[in-house]
């Protein structure tokens, strides 16, 4: 039995698995004048918006739905207009299988991580409004009851985004990113396999930054 007619006839009496994901930016030794650099986490609060089939064979077909989604930012200046960052976001949502007539539903969840380079873009506005590109690498592990009967669900892929800043009041900033996670999915179970899949995951984000060190 192929993996999506695995999906189709899958309907998640068993309780689900807790996926645990272990994030770690790796600690470096910095001189004196580098590690009073500001250091910036910024909670945030989105929309995981896919915009590819996770799985296409024959007339059948699956894809996760948008969904709501939470996460937060680590954010280092390293100089000049690079800041170096590492981002990790949880989105859990409905993911949808077709066939023909027939159609299920599952609860999918995605975990989304990246470590990338973010290059501030021209001059800040008069009003303090500033644009920035995000370009890095990533990570994508799917989880819950549409994957649970599946291997291949973490694929390494590229990040691309472009995003804004404004302060909001005194020392607050808010920020607003729109990041295309890229990758490829293909998964096996059952003794079969999908295929690959190109993946565009885009996810729309806004949060408060928490700045820390010197302003």
């Not at 609060?45 to 064979?57: A, K, T």
Request: glycine share 12%; charged share 15%.
């Amino acid at each position: 039995m192929n993996p999506i007619d695995r999906l189709l006839g899958h309907r998640g009496a068993a309780p689900l698995a807790v996926t645990v994901c272990v994030w770690m930016l790796s600690a470096a030794v910095v001189p004196d004048a580098a590690a009073q650099r500001p250091f910036e986490l910024t909670p945030t609060v989105g929309v995981l918006v896919p915009l590819s089939n996770v799985m296409s064979q024959n007339n059948a077909e699956v894809k996760q739905q948008p969904s709501l989604a939470a996460g937060v930012r680590a954010s280092l200046p390293s100089g000049g207009r690079m800041t170096i960052e590492g981002v990790v976001a949880v989105a859990s949502g409905e993911t949808k299988a077709t066939q023909g007539s027939s159609e299920a539903k599952a609860e999918g969840r995605l975990l989304l991580a990246s470590v990338c380079a973010v290059w501030a873009l021209g001059a800040p506005a008069p009003a303090g409004l500033s644009w920035h590109a995000t370009t890095g690498v990533g990570l994508v592990s799917r989880g819950s009851d549409a994957y649970d009967f599946l291997d291949g669900t973490t694929d390494i892929g590229a990040v691309l985004g472009v995003g804004v800043r404004t302060p909001v009041r005194g020392s607050w900033t808010l920020r607003a990113d729109i990041e295309d996670h890229i990758s490829s999915a293909e998964f096996e179970g059952g003794g079969a396999s999908t295929g690959s899949q190109l993946q565009n995951d885009v996810m729309i984000s806004v949060g408060l930054v928490f700045r820390f060190g010197n302003r």
